[in-house]
């Protein structure tokens, strides 16, 4: 995809996408860095969840409309939110230690668990938060402080702050954690650039088969994966 692009010019990254797996995720960022350095600007018309929420952290500005949404962090193991399983089984520990008959209860409720399945959740996470937390460090030029990078690692990783991991978190919300986020309302005709690539491609996805479409300003390496 970046092939024949001029890196010293940066990149502009459009993501809209529901994410995806940590070590793609991890990779993407590392290899967008060493082609096109701390020169990334993130666009968001509607939504980059999850994995795409780390991309976007890792770059120096967010674009984002008022429709606009980042999610939860938090990593999920065959679906289940791996913060879940930790504040389980630490509930757990406790009930067990203060009334020992809800043994049985829990012995149920933990057997659904392989053996390692706990550390994995908790590697898992410290992963993530990893992640995100050097991206901060390395990858943006807005000078954070350990306390800054704590509250936006807190805000966007905790299964407790978050509630859900589908829950979409407003600009207003991400400026509050201290992310860099520029409205793209403030410049129209960038808005109407934006909307206008975001729309083309939704209604690709609406009238076709077409569930990932990947392009760049050249149009030479557009890719479409499809059920066909």
Known sequence: MVNGLDFDRGVDLILHTPGGNVAATESIIYYLHQIF???????????????????????????????SSLG?????????????????????????????????????????????????????IE??????????????????????????????????????????LSPDRCKELGLNIIMMEDDDELQDLILSIHHCCMNIFLTSNTYKMFSNNLRRNLKFENTN
């Not at 701390?38 to 967010?62: D, F, H, K, W, Y």
Request: hydrophobic share 35%.
């Open 37 to 67: 350095g701390n020169n990334i600007r993130a666009i968001v018309p509607q939504l980059a969840m999850s994995g795409g929420t780390m991309i976007a952290c890792s770059c120096n500005e967010i674009i984002m409309g008022k429709q």
């Open 72 to 124: 939860p962090i938090d990593p999920q193991l065959n679906g289940i939110p791996a913060q879940g399983v930790i504040e389980e089984f630490k509930k757990a520990k406790e009930e067990v230690k203060q009334d020992p008959s809800c043994v049985p209860l829990w012995q149920m409720i933990m057997a659904k668990y392989d053996p390692t399945f706990i550390n994995s959740c908790q590697q898992a």
């Open 127 to 168: 992963w993530s938060e990893t992640i995100l937390e050097e991206s901060l460090k390395n990858y943006v030029d807005t000078e954070y402080n350990e306390k800054d990078i704590g509250k936006i690692v807190t805000g966007l990783s905790s299964h407790k702050e978050t509630k859900a991991h589908d829950r979409h």
